[in-house]
């Protein structure tokens, strides 16, 4: 059972520009978390989803930031118009239920330049 | 609004000892708690997850405890090795929500 998968692992992006983060829950998982870490800080939530549907995205920055997690395919986590403020390391975790076990992937390292 | 706060921040320890992890969060009203290493520039490996309705679990070299009541969760590691140099974490949701705090981690480094 291969674990959560996320892609890229690493993303340039200049100032103005989107950015797409992947994310391929286990195998049987339907619960995805999306959070980002700060250089130096700690893991800060941003939004939880289940197929199809945002249950709670009270971590979302209001302006810029979409998450989705479509019927079919990964859950896309996606940045328009990137500033440096969002270089980060962005993970994903999965989950079998809400409030269960989470797992997470390796994260994608977002630079902005 | 719950707070999580991991006690000490750095730990360095020789090989071989036993060592208590401290985990405080502020809203006693918790649905779990999940325990989590961190190797540098890598994602979370879950260690533990304890329900609410439990007051330890183990797996391992490791086990935590689960007092609600005072707000404080603790990870036990037993006869600790280089291996389990890492960053450790723990995350509470808040009550009513599906939002997890994170506390800011605990970096353990043992030396060999």
């Known amino acids: 059972n291969a674990g959560v998968m996320q892609n890229p692992r690493h993303l340039v992006r200049r100032r103005g520009q989107e950015a797409r983060l992947r994310c391929s829950p286990m195998?049987?998982?339907?619960?995805v978390y999306w959070y980002r870490q700060l250089p130096e800080e700690g893991l800060k939530f941003m939004v939880y989803l289940q197929k199809e549907n945002i249950i709670d995205e009270s971590g979302m920055p209001k302006e810029r930031f979409s998450a989705e997690f479509p019927k079919e395919g990964p859950s896309i986590l996606r940045i328009q118009q990137v500033v440096r403020g969002d270089s980060a390391a962005y993970f994903c975790?999965?989950?079998?239920?809400?409030?269960?076990?989470?797992?997470f992937g390796p994260g994608t390292r977002l630079t902005v330049t | 609004k719950q707070e999580v706060t991991q006690i000490p921040a750095a730990l360095s320890v020789p090989e071989g000892e036993n060592l208590v992890l401290n985990c405080s969060f502020t809203?006693?009203?918790?649905?779990?708690l999940q325990w989590f290493r961190q190797d540098p520039g890598k994602g979370l490996t879950s260690l533990l997850l304890?329900?609410?309705?439990?007051r330890e679990q183990t797996s391992g070299r490791l086990n935590a405890s689960l007092d609600k009541s005072s707000g404080r969760s603790t990870l036990y590691i037993a006869a600790s090795q280089p291996g389990d140099s890492a960053t450790y974490l723990c995350?509470?949701?808040?009550?009513?929500?599906?939002?997890?705090?994170f506390g800011t981690g605990t970096r353990l480094k043992v030396l060999a």
């Open positions: 195998k049987g998982h339907s619960h």
């Open positions: 995350a509470v949701p808040t009550s009513g929500t599906y939002k997890y705090i």
């Open positions: 975790a999965s989950s079998p239920e809400s409030l269960g076990e989470q797992y």
């Open positions: 304890i329900q609410s309705s439990q």
């Open positions: 809203d006693s009203a918790i649905y779990n």
